[in-house]
């Protein structure tokens, strides 16, 4: 039996290689720090100064050993172009992203589950085929598209909600649905395909033969053992929520880490990127291992398998 | 299940705060990052930084040194003394900038610690020192008869220099003062004279930004959009659209150092294939002009006798013909572009024009970072960018010295000609006068061999709504919004 020692081991050992990477990555892809501090008018004795000043002149290993000694201690290092703590960046950021997230995974939730409950208790009849078809449009709108459609519609037509930022009342509205929407549609055909898959369970027959109404047998028995898989699944869109926020947040102006990562990449502020990449990465990690740990503790087989 | 719905409710609602209805709020495609005059290099931020800065020298139009808070003097060709003007506006806290803020602003510039992109531009400043109560004194390694027009960079408080972290906190001398940064990743401004605020508020995205001038969410837009949407914003009602020239060059880069780009043939094949008339009216909604030079003709150091490489596929055959090349033989190259869906749109329709005359183009579309490091590194064939902002003769050398071959500079393209390097060289140690007449003849040669194919000039446009006095400027800078006020019609 695994403990939870052995998990969070686990767990480092996956962020210790997502940060490597990371770090790799940033070194590894073309465009000079320098340049972005500087410009191309710059002296060379300039050039040199900043280059040692940033630290690029020292070894590779040299330079991976500083950037780990660094993140023990909390420091992704200063952004080139703002000249401020990347950390403070980020986390001036990252409560309007969890706030979207938030909002977006309350929609997944309200929308996905019930749909899916309705999807299989019908099956085969016309409340299955709309929530296929919800799923079918949910998986095929891209959010680039969706989002414009839907301020189109609610803000510019109806005049109910803003068009983007997240000052006004309602701003929250749009992009949590844009960003829910395509999420909800996965959750539903998982939701749907996990009940009727044990449907035909004994356990169920026995909860029937004891004169259980449908009900008491769907909300004891069937859903208890049918939320596992998505669980799983909902662990892993709560961390994509963060990554997949990217593009709402730049559609609707939402002032979260999508649109920081996006702006660094446009002013190629490594350190910001590579904070921001990271911030997600973790994020993801870690929701992926809350979610293992919730299906163990709703599983107790999950418990013992592990 | 219930508690965790209604929490999150909460969370929704808490997420909105009341709008604001006395701010005018300009949509900007990028929001200014860095407000400390001295490191800011991206447009957005130095447009922005105009306004609360006030700087020793302004350019005008066509590209002349101004009195901004100082007048000048040349006391010796490496002597430039600058005199504070007496109406100087004054700081945030009331007091009046001195000859020591300039001293400060200037020798911190020059400090490689700060990590400017200016000082490059400064580099034969030798020393900046006070001279009496009210003037500055510059001294120079080298004569540089036209060094007023490189002080236009804005004055920041002496005591401002140490400590203090102006990006985020500007404390000038301009316009406007610095209010707060928004929770939405804006700024918020205020102008001096009259209090009136204003919001520069990021939306990346062309089409919310349209929509969100429409529902009347913000009430400026400036450029940054593609032609379809300026046609649909100029058929909505109560928008007003106004546009005026532009100094945004761009052009059709190519790599001399290549074998088949390094015939004059084939780049005069290519030049005379593409019609530019035809992409400024199709692509452009005519909002562009055709450019021969990156300074614009009326530049004091433009040369406004440049004549145009006229769209004739017939005479373009011919050129190709004549370096072996033929519909037997097609001609194939590379071209490089960025990501950006107006720039790959273009691309498209020159490789059609190419195309038209016997050259494949092959199109990459790269990330800006891997585009612009390709550029610079010389790995491509032809490549198309634009120069944004240029109003100094600076660039000459800057973009065509043999000297300027990256990383030293931006000859891309990798041209090389003694006549034109010393020709630079000359301008450079002139009076205007003579300067302006070797600037012109730089730009002559240029345009013969054909380094590039200058293709247009981008004019800037803006869209409003409810508003009066903002008029775009030839260099799409925010100084308009002095004048800009809330009519609410």
Known sequence: MRTLAEQLTDTLVVLFGVSTLVFLLLVLIPGDPVDVVLGESAQAADRAAMRASLGLDRPLGERWLDFYADLASGDLGTSLIRRQPVADLIMQRLPATLQLAAAAFLIVVLIAIPLGILAARHRGRWPDRLAQTFALFGLSIPNFWLGPLLVLLFSVQLGWTPVSGNLAPGSLILPAITLGLSMAAITTRMMRSSLLEIESQAFLRTARCKGLGEVAVLLRHSLPNAMLPVITVLGMQLGSLLAGAVITEVVFAWPGIGSLLIDAIRQRDYPVVQGVVLCIAFAYVLTNRLADLFAAWLDPRVHEAN | ?489
Not at chain 2, 159 to 170: D, V
Not at chain 2, 342 to 347: Q, S
């Open chain 2, 1 to 489: 299940m219930v508690k965790a719905a209604v929490f999150l409710l909460a969370l929704l609602l808490a997420a909105c705060q009341a709008a604001e209805t006395d701010v005018i709020v300009f949509a900007v495609a990028t929001p200014p990052s860095v407000l400390d005059p001295r490191l800011a290099s991206d447009a957005a931020s130095e447009r922005t930084n105009n306004l609360l800065y006030e700087r020793l020298v302004a350019l005008d139009d066509n590209g002349r040194a101004q009195p901004g808070m100082a007048t000048w003097q040349r006391i010796t060709p490496t002597q430039y003394r600058l005199t504070l003007r007496s109406q100087r506006a004054r700081f945030w806290n009331n007091r009046l900038p001195e000859p020591v803020d300039v001293v400060a602003t200037y020798r911190s510039l020059l400090d490689s610690a700060l990590g400017s992109p200016h000082t490059g531009a400064l580099a034969h400043v030798d020393k900046v020192m006070e001279a009496g109560e009210d003037a500055v004194d510059f001294h120079l390694t080298r004569p540089d008869p036209v060094f007023p027009t490189r002080l236009t960079i804005g004055i920041v408080p002496a005591e401002a220099i140490q400590g203090h972290n102006l990006s985020r906190k500007p404390l000038g001398s301009g316009s406007f003062v610095f209010v707060e940064w928004r929770d939405d990743g804006g700024l918020l401004l205020e102008r001096r004279r009259d209090g009136q605020r204003i919001a520069l508020v990021p939306v990346a995205d062309p089409t919310m930004r349209t929509l969100k001038l429409i529902s009347g969410e913000a009430q400026l837009l400036q450029n940054d959009l593609p032609s379809e949407l300026y046609r649909y914003l100029a058929a909505q009602p109560g928008l007003s659209l106004d546009e005026h020239a532009g100094t945004t060059f761009a052009y059709l880069g190519f790599n001399l150092a290549d074998p088949i780009l390094a015939n004059p043939d084939v780049r005069l094949a290519i030049a005379h294939a593409i019609d530019r008339q035809a992409i400024i009216e199709h692509l452009f909604d005519g909002r562009a002009e055709p450019a021969e030079s990156v300074l614009r003709p009326r530049h004091w150091a433009g040369s406004a006798d440049l004549k145009a490489h006229r769209y004739d596929p017939e005479l373009a055959r011919d050129y190709l013909r004549r370096a072996g090349y033929d519909t037997a033989r097609p001609l194939q190259l590379s071209y490089k572009t960025s990501t950006d869906a107006f720039r790959l749109r273009i691309a498209h329709v020159l490789q059609s024009q190419l195309h038209d005359i016997g050259i494949r183009l092959k199109i990459a579309s790269y990330d800006w970072g891997t585009f612009f490091g390709d550029i610079k590194n010389g790995s491509f064939q032809m490549y198309s960018l634009a120069w944004v902002g240029v109003n100094t003769p600076d660039i000459l050398r800057y973009a065509f010295h043999s000297d300027s071959t990256p990383p030293a500079g931006a000859n891309r393209g990798r041209y090389a000609s003694p006549e034109v390097d010393a020709l630079i060289e000359r301008a450079e140690m002139a009076d205007p006068d003579g300067a302006s007449a070797l600037y012109a003849e730089v730009q002559r040669r240029v345009h013969r061999d054909l380094v590039y194919v200058p293709l247009w000039y981008e004019s800037n446009v803006v869209a409003s709504r409810g508003l009066s006095g903002y008029r775009p400027t030839q260099d799409g800078s925010y100084l308009a919004l002095n004048a800009v006020r809330i009519t609410n019609e």
